[in-house]
């Protein structure tokens, strides 16, 4: 993932974009894999939770609102 936003954010972002971000999605929980595979990444990285199905378009909306919103208040 890592790979992708940073390509993405060189090659194909313009003046006043916001960050790429990047959702994974699996169809498993695996805590030891999610260590290891975010750990010392130079940008943040938020690891929600577990979902047994995936959102809606509005359910995922509303989930990546309310994390912004996480993230504005506190300062980040």
Do not use: W
């Not at 989930?63 to 993230?71: A, D, L, P, V």
């Amino acid at each position: 993932m890592n790979v992708y936003l940073n390509y993405y954010k060189e090659n194909e972002t313009n003046d006043g974009d916001n960050p790429p971000i990047g959702i994974i999605l699996c169809a498993s929980k695996n805590e030891n894999l999610v260590k290891y595979a975010t750990t010392g990444l130079p940008q943040q990285v938020f690891v929600n939770k577990y979902r047994i199905s995936l959102p809606n378009e509005a359910e995922l909306q509303k989930i990546i609102e309310e994390e912004q919103n996480k993230i504005f208040h506190k300062g980040y």
